[in-house]
């Protein structure tokens, strides 16, 4: 059971050049979440995914897509990078339901440098 | 548009004192969530609240949540080094499970 993985685990990018970071999970969770997080800004949401079909737009959602392949992958696209995207992605799903309701399980990171 | 609040940001603790950690929601809302982040790592849940005066404890620390205040605290009991970290608080923000995350709280201990 590995939980939430997130691929790749760093990343260097040129400005302008495009990417896609996967993510998967293993605990049949129906909703699945795409973070952004700097220093000193907290968490920020970018796009979430509350079952299989949907996507929503978060709190910071401009110069990014998604795309919600099955129920366990949920990866998020740059199309253009640009150095405004550095920063560290967090990928995190929750279930529904029961006790635990929403409590959100996060991937390690990627840690993305746009130069 | 439901907003978190923690305070405060930065928490110097001395070794084997007490402190607090405070979490303001601004809407109703019955389940609130703590976790923590070691640098350079992801975040890690520490305890799951689901109902007024819901208390959980680990160890040194202890969390409770008062949904009438709209407030959580973690308290933290004889601070210990290991305790070193980031701590946020997460309220659901709607009926999908989306989380409102607070700015964190970067706690240092030192002896």
């Known amino acids: 059971n590995a939980g939430v993985t997130q691929t790749p685990k760093f990343q260097v990018l040129k400005t302008g050049q495009s990417m896609t970071l996967q993510c998967a999970q293993d605990m049949n969770h129906n909703s699945m979440y795409w973070y952004r997080q700097d220093p000193g800004m907290g968490l920020r949401l970018i796009y979430y995914s509350a079952s299989e079909g949907t996507t929503d737009k978060g709190e910071v959602p401009n110069g990014y897509n998604v795309s919600r392949l099955n129920k366990r992958e949920f990866s998020l696209r740059l199309e253009s990078a640009a150095p405004s995207q550095t920063s560290v992605y967090f990928c995190a799903s929750s279930g529904m339901g029961g006790v635990t309701s929403y409590e959100q399980y996060f991937g390690p990171g990627t840690r993305l440098t746009v130069t | 548009e439901l907003k978190v609040e923690q305070n405060p940001l930065f928490l110097s603790m001395q070794e084997g004192k007490n402190y607090t950690i405070y979490c303001n929601y601004s809407?109703?809302?019955?389940?609130l969530y703590w976790y923590r982040q070691d640098p350079g790592k992801s975040l890690e849940s520490l305890f799951v609240?689901?109902?007024?005066?819901a208390v959980k404890q680990e160890g040194r620390l202890m969390a409770s949540l008062d949904t009438k205040a709209r407030l959580s605290t973690l308290h933290i009991t004889a601070a210990v080094h290991d305790l070193s970290a980031t701590y946020f608080c997460?309220?659901?923000?709607?009926?999908?499970?989306?989380?409102?995350f607070g700015a964190g709280t970067q706690v240092v201990v030192t002896p």
């Open positions: 609240l689901l109902s007024n005066g």
């Open positions: 997460a309220v659901v923000d709607d009926s999908w499970g989306k989380l409102q």
């Open positions: 809407t109703t809302s019955d389940r």
